[in-house]
């Protein structure tokens, strides 16, 4: 309400807000911080005018990707690495949207990121001594985009290409990312393969 204090209004805002949110110091705030976000507003404001809504069909790196995967890599498991799960939901629904099926996305937010590793890579993921459990046609992922919550510790190798839609900071993610692709193989699931 307006007629609540700032402080009411602050503390309500702290509430509502995932634990995770991140506060910027009250320090960084400039007297001419005001005038710098107006102006910033204005430009974004320009450039919505100048070139209109965003369309993921004009995406060109979007239709690279839809088309690397649809016709160079058809029938392979694809999977599409990047950094922020913004851009893996992006990435996900655009490719749906450019006629790719079969599609997964897996971020940290997930309660179960690996049920998705499980239907994109059923043949690394079986017990040792068991045939692996393939998900019915409907329910298989054949291109699964992630961020780094797959870069470590589950088995990909069912995988045939990995793209690295965009390049994190540190050179080790882009071999973290590989590696789960490349591991080597023990026991039947792998040899079955």
């Not at 320090?27 to 005038?35: E, G, K, P, Q, V």
């Not at 949207?97 to 994109?120: E, I, K, N, S, Y």
């Not at 839609?165 to 393969?193: E, K, M, N, S």
């Amino acid at each position: 309400p307006a007629n609540e204090s700032l402080a009411a209004r602050y503390d309500a805002l702290k509430e509502s807000l995932p634990k995770r949110t991140k506060w910027v110091s009250s320090s960084i705030f400039r007297t001419n911080l005001r005038a710098d976000l107006v102006e910033d507003n204005r430009l974004i404001t320009e450039m919505l005018d100048r070139f209109g809504k965003w369309d993921s069909v004009s995406d060109s790196k979007i239709n690279v990707l839809a088309n690397l995967i649809g016709e160079a890599h058809d029938g392979e498991k694809v999977l599409v690495f990047t950094e922020y799960a913004d851009t893996a939901e992006y990435v996900g629904s655009a490719l749906a949207a450019a006629g790719v099926t079969h599609v997964g996305v897996a971020t940290g937010g997930m309660a179960d990121p690996t049920g998705l590793v499980r239907r994109f890579a059923p043949r690394s993921n079986a017990l040792p001594g068991q045939s692996p459990t393939l998900p019915a046609d409907d329910d298989r992922i054949d291109v699964l985009v992630a961020t780094d919550v797959l870069s470590e510790g589950q088995n990909l190798q069912d995988c045939d290409v990995v793209v690295n839609y965009d390049l994190p900071w540190a050179i080790i993610r882009i071999i973290q990312r590989a590696g789960r692709v490349d591991r080597r193989c023990r026991g039947t699931a792998c040899q079955q393969r």
